[in-house]
């Protein structure tokens, strides 16, 4: 029956010994990677899960954790990568890291499971196909994915900052002010994130019986340049917008050059805001309104998660959404 068949059970069913059986449950290395692929897939067959050791908690599995990073470790990244490296070192676990933009296109997931030195991975915004996540845990390799770029199966665990309430917030607090007319400078429109931002921005209007109006709407890859150019075609409107929220602090500042060289002064003509709270946030002129990502946390918890994984315990919420925070600062204020 699946779920119930024991370790003699699989031994059985594959004609390996039991102790080679125990080896590939717990991830242990020599094993011949043929013989460890048919215990693999008898195990899915029939529903084994590993056993716990004898006397207690169960036995970390060794080995180190994969963490992809497919991006310039800039403030953003390097913030969640930092935390990942540090909480890992402290449950005594070796980092391999695969960062940098050039690693985009690396095949890289169909090669982890035969890594036998690695226990996990940790992939931050992979720019993979939900199919080819999907396929990596068919395989039973544990991994954690952080702020998942497209909507993954719930049996995948993932990590994310809560999109939607964030966005909701910064709308709100610009509809307080007193703005109507709001342009948004959205993310990529692939993008998960894009989408709940956009939800939030669309729940706020409609809380304040406002329809949203899609031509103020620039979707764009979130970087100043992007963000400044969205922002002039926003602003150069016969009926341009009083206030704008970018996907991103760094869009956030290229809407700042773009009011500037338009002669617009934040926030007295036009109310500016951005969402991270990165560095940059604070050393703007004026300090720019922003929605707070526990960046940090993000990677505490992708961590914890995965520990969890590896020592095989059940998880009741693999989808985990932290809180974000509106931080308002100088960049916002009632229309003229």
């Given at each position: 029956m699946?779920g ?23 991830q242990q ?21 590993a ?7 169960p ?87 952080v ?44 993008w ?6 956009l ?6 209007l409609a ?10 709407v620039r ?40 009011a ?14 951005g ?23 993000m ?27 509106l ?8 229309p003229?």
């Amino acid at each position: 029956m699946p779920g119930r068949a024991t370790v003699r059970d699989i031994a059985a069913e594959t004609g390996v010994s039991i102790a080679t059986v125990s080896r590939v449950l717990n991830q242990q290395g020599n094993v011949a990677p043929a013989t460890r692929e048919l215990v693999e897939r008898a195990v899915e067959r029939l529903g084994v899960r590993a056993p716990n050791p004898r006397g207690g908690s169960p036995k970390p599995v060794g080995g180190a954790v994969y963490l992809r990073c497919p991006y310039v470790l800039t403030d953003y990244f390097g913030l969640i990568v930092s935390s990942i490296a540090e909480t890992l070192d402290r449950h005594g676990r070796r980092l391999v890291l695969n960062a940098g933009e050039a690693t985009q296109h690396d095949q890289v997931l169909t090669k982890l499971p035969a890594q036998r030195d690695l226990a996990g991975a940790i992939l931050i915004l992979p720019p993979e196909t939900s199919d080819e996540l999907i396929q990596l845990r068919a395989r039973r390799f544990p991994f954690v994915v952080v702020d998942p770029r497209t909507p993954l199966p719930r049996d995948i665990a993932a990590v994310s900052a809560a999109h939607f309430a964030g966005a909701r917030q910064v709308t709100a607090h610009l509809l307080s002010l007193g703005h109507t007319r709001i342009g948004v400078i959205g993310g990529p429109s692939e993008w998960l994130a894009s989408d709940a931002r956009l939800g939030g921005h669309a729940a706020a209007l409609a809380d304040a019986g406002i329809l949203p109006d899609p031509t103020l709407v620039r979707p764009i890859q979130p970087t100043t340049e992007h963000g400044h150019r969205a922002a002039a075609q926003l602003l150069d409107l016969p009926d341009r917008p009083t206030a704008l929220i970018a996907f991103n602090d760094k869009a956030a500042v290229g809407a700042l050059q773009a009011a500037a060289t338009r002669g617009l002064s934040v926030p007295h003509d036009l109310s500016i805001a951005g969402f991270d709270d990165i560095d940059i946030s604070r050393s703007t002129t004026p300090a720019l309104t922003t929605v707070r990502q526990p960046l940090q946390e993000m990677g505490r918890m992708a961590v914890s998660l995965l520990t969890r994984l590896l020592d095989r315990h059940e998880l009741e919420a693999l989808h985990v959404e932290l809180a974000t925070e509106l931080v308002i600062r100088n960049s916002t204020a009632p229309p003229r």
